[in-house]
């Protein structure tokens, strides 16, 4: 079908065919149709656990701000990183993830060609002024060959996406408000990071950028 807007904006193109960032890395331009429904369940899981600056095994305090939802959640202190049932923080679980962000996961990954993904981790990033992640590498699952899928909502900030050794070229993507990045295959084990957030107001989160990152931690 085709149609005919009435009123076009010429100002910002926004592109709504899936992006090829690999051979098996896709970004779904606006794929998240509720974000405010999200950003709900969001400060509802803080108010369970509470948002922190996890420590690296190297001693420093993360600039990102974290928590998380689902059987499992992603925690770093002195000891290392790994997967954790219970909040360090509270000792009691995980809030549950929300049927409605299995779904949105689980229909991400299908658009990117993913089937059958069930995530049981969901790590929650904000980012505020300055925030950054350094580039890294998501190896702390047991099964590599199930995808990553990453929401991105409020301000937006710059990921970069390099190679499988640390030393490769990166390139620079803008991830913007309800966007929505897939990666497996190949792709899974590639270094990737966030350049510091640069400060600015969003109509719905305010001064922040939150992600969220879908992954299956334990093998079935
Ligand atoms: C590429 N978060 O939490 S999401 C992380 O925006 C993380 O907060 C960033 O990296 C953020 O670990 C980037 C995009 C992303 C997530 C996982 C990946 C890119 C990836 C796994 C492999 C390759
Ligand atoms: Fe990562």
């Not at 509720?34 to 690296?56: F, G, K, N, V």
Request: glycine share 8%; proline share 7%.
């Amino acid at each position: 079908m085709v149609t005919y807007d009435l009123f076009p904006q010429p100002a910002v193109p926004v592109s709504h065919a899936p992006e090829r960032l690999g051979e098996d890395a896709l970004v779904l331009r606006a794929f998240v149709t509720d974000p405010q429904s999200m950003l709900d369940c969001i400060e509802a899981m803080a108010a369970i656990s509470p948002w922190r600056h996890m420590q690296t095994p190297g001693g420093y305090e993360m600039s990102v701000a974290m928590t998380n939802c689902g059987c499992y959640g992603w925690v770093s202190d002195r000891k290392g990183y790994r997967y954790a049932t219970e909040d360090p923080l509270t000792d009691r679980p995980w809030p549950a993830m929300p049927t409605s962000f299995l779904t949105l996961a689980h229909d991400a990954a299908q658009a990117a060609g993913f089937s059958d993904f069930v995530p049981d981790a969901c790590l929650i990033n904000r980012y505020a002024q300055g925030a950054k992640m350094g580039l890294h590498q998501d190896k702390d699952e047991e099964d590599m060959r199930q995808p990553i899928v990453s929401v991105s909502l409020g301000l937006p900030a710059i990921f970069l996406f390099g190679g499988l050794k640390r030393s490769d070229k990166t390139q620079r993507v803008l991830l913007q408000h309800g966007d929505i990045v897939v990666w497996g295959g190949e792709d899974r084990l590639r270094y990737h990071g966030i350049l510091p957030l640069k400060a600015g107001m969003h109509a719905t989160t305010g001064e922040y950028r939150f992600n969220l990152t879908f992954r299956k931690a334990v093998e079935a």
